[in-house]
């Protein structure tokens, strides 16, 4: 049983050190990109009320 725990446990180590890796990679890749999309316009902001 004590063999069997210590292959399983580093191995679930492994994938969850995985899966939150790339997890925090998508989540650096979708703000980069919205950083980089992100437009300014010209002028004041317009008044709330005015929006449709």
Do not use: C, Q
Not at 21 to 45: C, D, F, I, K
């Amino acid at each position: 049983m004590l063999a069997v725990l210590e292959i399983i446990i580093p191995a679930l180590y492994a994938v969850a050190i995985v899966v939150l890796t790339a997890y925090g990679g998508n989540l650096l890749w979708l703000s980069l990109v919205h950083a980089n999309n992100e437009t300014l316009r010209e002028g004041p902001v317009p008044d709330p009320d005015d929006r449709p």
